[in-house]
């Protein structure tokens, strides 16, 4: 939107100011919140894609011989980093793998609930009247039901998977998408821009996906870094409670309740994957934020 | 979001209850001095009428509050008197027991045959509505010969019939106060008076239970001893972490324990002491062999001898079953139980030949497979899907509470199940011999052989028949790989040294109040 707008006549020649874009760069730049969120984000993602070469063992391979052997500040053995669980399955590699776990559910969810919400949004947004009415209908419903019972009940009767949280979550959690989208199509369907691409005999798709889709693009980045770590945490309280992933799969709520046995005597089983989740869950937060101050400075705080 | 702020406050409290625990844990070891004992019950029970509430927590306090008419010695597998002092059968049907004309009810109303006629014919009224009615149907009706003297007319022969009247599951009720349909409906709630060692002095589902010795107990034997500690206090804490924070701050003297690692660290400590009594409960794996849940490989024989053999059973009980005394076990019965015998073993644990035979039915690539599993097996559950993948089979472990255990049960969705199984206190190999062969939503092996075996067991009176019968059932579950048992299951229980608990015990909770002592 910016752009488009700043870009009306053509600049004076001898007046150097710095483009939205670079300054877009300058702002992020110096978000110490975005560094920090961003940098831990891309480095689990790239824990958990190379998760193979990265894990020292396999996260299923039990060996009842070697059950909970404590972690190498305790020991100085670092044959095992973070020990052992109570099969004998290296923690550490367990944790790296669980990484693939929560960054599935959670980037997967957020892919089909961005794309729900986002289409129906938009859809009300710029078409109005009796479209939006509709769409307005199925926002209050969704935002009436009780998005997490609705869950437990959903996975509690398909089972648990990976697949199936996706599935689940990313069609539970698209209403903040619906919402925030809706209302900046409003905002922008009767702007010049649209009105011009619309005078040059633009079709509805065209406008839709050339025109308004890259001016609420921001918007949806924002909410889903939001979401994902909603659903993140969701993962882990399903899991935990024995019905999200299935044991012997590594997530991290699963080793959290798989942990509880130890908890006055090995904490540090519980500990761990519960730092790992609060650690990637507040990088999201933070990368989120950090990235809405940088595209919206005016709604910063 | 409410759950997982729950989650996280449930993990704050118990996290200051450790650190609590560390502080004063020097304090308040001292029970025995105001003989109070303080239990607590993961599922707590709402009413002390087994009729009504048949968990292991409401067997355990029937046995406590009332009395069966007979007893079971577990020590030396035989039935002996309680509130009956002898009984014969007058022929294949009828069963008369003569009763003591000495006992007394809590309230000091006397004890007589109107008040058996008056149970044993409310369990048989379909009016009653009893959901375990199956345990009562064999039973015609029971009339009253004379004041001391009770009749028991059976529908059809059944063998385990005295056995059944011997289990705590079967208490004498009052006719006086049970039989005013007024009083009956919160009986076990507000009036439970029974004939037991214990009075319970007040059920509430808050406040737990609270129970005084009945000093007045002369049908007392070895086989059921009079009460030793004078009050008892349970308290309903359905979570073990809280109920480990609370032993630890010396809130609780004795505990049952359900995870061996919980039952190993809380044992370190030198204040406590760990005990496993080995009742009739045991673990095992179970196939689903008749394709019931469309799990193909496991239709071949050689698929299912290949997982067995791929389990190290000794490893694995020394590892994730809890109770030091647990041993691994080949037989579906135990030797005290009566009419148990077998003689097949399993196959033995042989990796290598467990891959050849999967190979050898066509699956070197394994297959996926789903272990159901109740609560109390979890951990042994993944342990043994942790085996299972060493050969190639790719397992999961379901871990269903009870309730989704039973319906996935029902629907066909079992495959393998990993489960402990303690003859429901019943110890009579009728009861194993049921549980899995019987015709219903158990019984995942459909052997119309050892169906009908098991319902010969049932009605056949004499004893080295009724043993020959179930030892062809028991060795035919094993030889043609229906079911693996995996070790025995001793019920755990973490105390202070103050506390002693004696071995003996059939009942489902695994120990009697009644046997527990002060040292």
């Known amino acids: 939107m910016t752009d488009a707008l700043v870009k009306g006549p053509a600049a004076e020649p001898e007046v150097i100011a710095p483009s939205p874009r670079e300054e877009m760069r300058r702002r992020a730049k110096s978000h110490v919140g975005l560094i920090f969120g961003g940098t831990v984000v891309i480095l689990v993602a790239l824990i958990a894609i190379f998760a193979p070469f990265l894990a020292p063992y396999d996260p299923y391979d039990q060996d009842l011989t070697r059950r909970l052997v404590d972690p190498v500040w305790k020991t100085g053995n670092w044959g095992n980093i973070l020990g052992t669980d109570a099969l004998g399955r290296d923690y550490l590699s367990r944790l790296i793998y669980g990484a693939r776990i929560s960054l599935m559910v959670g980037f997967g969810a957020a892919l089909i609930a961005g794309t729900v919400g986002s289409v129906i949004g938009i859809l009300g947004g710029y078409f109005g009247g009796r479209v939006d009415s509709v769409v307005v209908y199925l926002i209050n419903v969704k935002l009436a039901l009780p998005g997490l019972l609705i869950a437990l009940s959903l996975v509690s009767i398909v089972g648990g998977s990976v697949t199936a949280l996706v599935l689940i979550l990313g069609f539970l959690t698209w209403d903040r998408y619906a919402v925030v989208t809706r209302s900046v199509a409003q905002q922008l369907r009767g702007n010049d821009f649209i009105t011009a691409a619309r005078a040059v005999g633009a079709s509805q798709t065209r406008i839709i996906l050339g025109e308004l889709l890259p001016n609420v693009a921001n918007q949806i980045i924002v909410i889903a870094s939001l979401e994902i770590a909603i659903v993140i945490l969701i993962e882990a309280a399903l899991s935990f409670l024995g019905l999200g992933v299935k044991p012997p799969e590594p997530s991290w709520g699963l080793m959290i309740s798989e942990a509880r046995n130890f908890m006055f005597f090995k904490p540090h089983l519980i500990a761990i994957p519960g730092f790992a989740i609060f650690l990637l869950v507040i990088a999201i937060n933070m990368a989120g934020d950090g990235l809405r101050d940088v595209t919206a400075p005016e709604g910063r705080n | ?519």
């Open chain 2, 1 to 519: 979001m409410s759950a997982i702020s729950s989650i996280l406050s449930r993990t704050a409290t118990t996290c200051a209850a450790a650190i609590l625990a560390t502080g004063i844990a020097t304090s308040a070891f001292a029970q025995k001095a105001k003989d109070t004992l303080r239990l607590a019950f993961t599922d707590p029970i709402g009413t002390i009428l087994i009729y009504e509430d048949s968990k292991p927590e409401g067997g355990f306090m029937a046995a406590a509050v009332f009395d069966s008419l007979v007893c079971f010695n577990s020590a030396s597998g035989t039935i002996e008197p309680l509130l009956a002092t002898s009984w014969k059968w007058l022929n294949d049907t009828t069963l008369e027991l003569k009763l003591r004309d000495d006992v007394k009810f809590h309230d000091g109303q006397p004890f007589s045959a109107e008040d058996v006629a008056y149970t044993l014919n409310w369990l048989v009224d379909p009016n009653s509505k009893l959901r375990f009615i199956e345990n009562y149907v064999w039973m015609d009706r029971t009339e009253v010969v004379d004041k001391t003297t009770v009749r028991i007319h059976a529908k059809h022969t059944f063998a385990p019939a005295l056995v059944r009247l011997a289990t705590a599951a079967m208490p004498m009720l009052p006719k006086h106060i049970h039989g005013d349909p007024a009083k009956r409906a919160e009986f076990g709630i507000k009036t439970p008076v029974g004939t037991g060692p214990y009075k319970a002095d007040y059920v509430d589902s808050n406040k737990g239970i609270g129970l005084t010795r009945n000093a007045n107990y002369p049908q007392g034997s070895a086989c059921k001893s009079p009460a030793s500690i004078g009050k008892v206090s349970i308290l309903p804490i359905p979570d073990q972490q809280t109920q480990i924070a609370q032993f630890t701050v010396g809130n609780l003297d004795a505990l049952r324990i359900y995870e061996k690692d919980q039952a190993d660290m809380l044992g370190a400590d030198p204040r406590v002491e760990v005990t496993g009594l080995q009742g009739l409960g045991f673990n095992f794996i179970a196939f689903d062999a008749s394709g019931r849940s469309n799990t193909k490989p496991l239709l071949d024989i050689r698929v299912r001898q290949a997982l067995m053999r791929s389990i190290d059973r000794e490893l694995i009980t020394k590892s994730v079953v809890a109770g030091g005394n647990a041993k691994v076990t080949d037989d579906l019965c135990f030797r005290n139980q009566i009419a148990c015998d077998q003689t097949a073993k399993p196959l033995s644990f042989d990796r290598n030949a467990a891959k050849t035979l999967l190979a050898e039915a066509g699956y070197a690539d394994g297959f996926d497979v789903e272990l159901l599993s109740t609560p109390s097996v979890y951990g042994l559950a993944e342990a043994l899907a942790g085996e299972l993948r060493k050969i190639g089979v790719r397992a999961k472990v379901d871990r269903a509470t009870f309730a989704a255990y039973r319906d996935k049960q029902r629907l066909n969705k079992q495959q393998i199940l990993v489960n402990e199984w303690s003859s429901g206190g019943l110890p009579d190999s009728y009861a194993t011999s049921e549980y899995f062969f019987s015709p219903g939503p158990r019984d995942y092996w459909q052997d119309k052989e050892l169906q009908a075996l098991s319902k010969e067991g049932a009605a056949t009176l004499d004893d080295s028949k009724r043993r020959d019968i179930y030892k062809r059932i028991f060795n035919a579950a094993v030889e043609r790989a229906y079911v693996l048992p995996i070790s025995t299951k001793p019920a755990v229980f973490v105390h202070t040294k103050e506390v002693q608990f004696t071995p003996g015990a059939i009942g489902t909770y695994g120990a009697e109040l009644y046997q527990i002592k002060w040292k």
